[in-house]
C-alpha cells in the first residue's frame, strides 16, 4: 500500500523569498501525485499533479512541484511567495484504482 | 455552478445525540467521498461512494453510516455522537474512482461534540 510523509509540520517564510516544501511517499511503481492547498477555513483546492511525462510540473498561483524517482520524492516549489499564500498545504498519493492517501499537512505562514 | 456544498457549516452537539451532514454536488461527478481532518493527522477517509447505489467503508468509518441518495448527495450520519469525533468533516466528489481523478472538495462542516 502507499504512503505519504510530509516531513515538515509548520513553515515560515518571508514574504517574496522562496519556497520549498516536502513530501516524499512510498509506492513500489510509480504513483499518482498531487498536491492540494488549503485556505484557512475553506475545503481542500488542486494546486497541481503528476502521472507521468514530464518530471516538472506546473500548477496554479505559480507553483511547481518536481518527481524525483530516485528519492521518492514530489516537492512543491515557489519562487517568490505572497502573503496570500499563507495556507496549509497536503501532498497526496495514489495508485491505480486505490484510494487517495493524504498527508498529514504542512501549514504555511509568511512573514511580512 | 456551486461545485460542493455542504451543509451544515458549524454544530454543536451532545454526547448521544445524532445528526446527519449533508452534501450534494452539481459536477455530475459518478464518485464522492467523506473525510475528516483532525490536527496533524492530515484527511481521514470515513466512506466513499465509488459509484451511484454502493458505499464502501474507508479508513475510519466506526460510528458512521452514509447514504448515496442520489447521484447528487451524499449524506453521513452520526448515530450516536461521541467527543472523540470532533473534528472538521470534508465532503469531495471527482468524475470517476480510480485515483488520479482531481477530488473536488466542500467548505467543511465544523463538528463539536461536548
Known amino acids: 500500500a502507499q504512503s505519504v510523509t510530509q516531513p515538515d509540520i509548520h513553515i515560515t517564510v518571508s514574504e517574496g523569498a522562496s519556497l520549498e516544501l516536502r513530501c516524499n511517499y512510498s509506492y513500489g511503481a510509480t504513483p499518482y501525485l498531487f498536491w492540494y492547498v488549503q485556505s484557512p477555513g475553506q475545503g481542500l483546492q488542486l494546486l497541481l499533479k503528476y502521472f507521468s511525462g514530464d518530471t516538472l510540473v506546473q500548477g496554479i498561483k505559480g507553483f511547481e512541484a518536481e518527481f524525483k524517482r530516485s528519492q521518492s520524492s514530489f516537492n512543491l516549489r515557489k519562487p517568490s511567495v505572497h502573503w496570500s499564500d499563507a495556507a496549509e498545504y497536503f501532498c497526496?498519493?495514489?495508485?491505480?484504482?486505490?484510494?487517495?492517501?493524504f498527508g498529514s499537512g504542512t501549514r504555511l505562514s509568511i512573514r511580512p | 455552478n456551486a461545485g460542493v456544498t455542504q451543509t451544515p457549516k458549524f454544530q454543536v452537539l451532545k454526547t448521544g445525540q445524532s445528526m446527519t451532514l449533508q452534501c450534494a454536488q452539481d459536477?455530475?461527478?459518478?464518485?464522492m467521498y467523506w473525510y475528516r481532518q483532525d490536527p496533524g493527522m492530515g484527511l481521514r477517509l470515513i466512506y466513499y461512494?465509488?459509484?451511484?447505489?454502493?458505499?464502501d467503508k474507508g479508513e475510519v468509518p466506526n460510528g458512521y453510516n452514509v447514504s448515496r441518495l442520489n447521484k447528487r448527495e451524499f449524506s453521513l450520519r452520526l448515530e450516536s455522537a461521541a467527543p472523540s469525533q470532533t473534528s472538521v468533516y470534508f465532503c469531495?466528489?471527482?468524475?470517476?474512482?480510480?485515483?488520479?481523478?482531481?477530488?473536488?472538495f466542500g467548505p467543511g462542516t465544523r463538528l463539536t461534540v461536548l
Open positions: 461512494s465509488a459509484s451511484e447505489g454502493t458505499t
Open positions: 497526496a498519493v495514489g495508485a491505480g484504482a486505490s484510494k487517495i492517501i
Open positions: 459536477m455530475n461527478h459518478n464518485s
Open positions: 469531495a466528489s471527482s468524475e470517476g474512482y480510480r485515483s488520479n481523478n482531481e477530488q473536488f
